[in-house]
């Protein structure tokens, strides 16, 4: 399993990676509300992508003082080892799906339909309620 680089963070940091991830994940669903059904998402699945991603490391950051750095697929990794067991395996999956779509939807030249991205803004969505949910608890 590939860890990729790691970065220690202080419990500050916690509160601005969520207040960034609520604003990115609210910016991606005023996109796709804005989102003509024949529109190129891509900006949209990017910006979800960018939601996911501060997610897990504000997870990551409550429960082991570690962020991931720079390579992004192995963003899971890390949250599984935050979590163990506790990490229910659906939660892991919506992030490896919205991982695997940040290359294409931020450097790739197909053009990510409405459909597609709607679907996977449900995915963030319901990554981010749990989320959501283990950080009050």
């Keep these: ?20 991830a609520r604003d990115f994940h609210k910016a991606a669903q005023d996109q796709m509300v804005l989102a003509d059904k024949g529109n190129n998402c891509s900006p949209a699945v990017g910006t979800m992508v960018t939601a996911a991603i501060a997610y897990g490391d504000t997870l990551t950051a409550s429960r082991r003082g570690e962020i991931n750095q720079q390579d992004h697929r192995t963003a899971s990794t890390l949250l599984r080892e935050a979590f163990g067991n506790a990490l ?30 709607m679907n996977l803004l449900a995915e963030l969505d319901a990554f981010a309620r749990w989320a959501e949910d283990q950080l009050r608890g």
């Design 1 to 20: 399993m590939k860890r990729g680089p790691r970065k220690k963070v202080g419990s500050e940091y916690i509160a601005g990676r969520l207040r960034n």
């Design 88 to 117: 229910p395996n659906e939660q892991e999956r919506r992030l490896r799906q919205l991982l695997g779509t940040k290359d294409e939807a931020q450097y790739g030249a197909r053009a990510i339909r409405y459909a597609e991205a």
